[in-house]
């Protein structure tokens, strides 16, 4: 069974830090893309922070500057570090895994971690 699990949420005060972990029991070599959504209540699914296998990234505009996405592939795992955390960051944060074609391009998601940001 595929397992996609998220770590690190937490609550923090605005301007506070938190490092998100996603690690996967997928090998690296299977994976395309890894990214970050996250879900405030009320709101829709949005895409935080992507990384594709050959380490291309790409940021929503409210987060460039202040989130870094990384990964190891070492350890099937991509990072999500969080700086100058505001209060409209506070959401569940997904984690999500896709497959390259050969692959069938299968794309997994994980549990979420809270992050609450308090003012």
């Known amino acids: 069974q595929v397992q996609v699990v998220e770590s690190g949420g937490g609550l923090v005060q605005t301007g506070g830090s938190l490092r998100l972990s996603c690690t996967t029991s997928?090998?690296?070599?299977?994976?395309?893309?890894m990214g970050w959504y996250r879900q405030a209540p009320g709101n829709q699914r949005e895409l935080v922070a992507s990384?594709?296998?050959?380490?291309?990234?790409n940021y929503v505009e409210s987060v460039k500057g202040r989130f870094t996405i990384s990964s190891d592939k070492a350890k099937n795992t991509a990072y999500l570090e969080m700086t100058s955390l505001k209060a409209e960051d506070t959401a569940v944060y997904y984690c999500?895994?896709?497959?390259?074609?050969?692959?069938?391009?299968?794309?997994?998601w994980g549990q979420g971690t809270q992050v609450t940001v308090s003012s």
């Open positions: 999500n895994v896709r497959l390259t074609s050969f692959w069938g391009r299968a794309e997994y």
């Open positions: 997928l090998s690296s070599v299977r994976i395309a893309y």
């Open positions: 990384i594709t296998s050959g380490g291309s990234t």
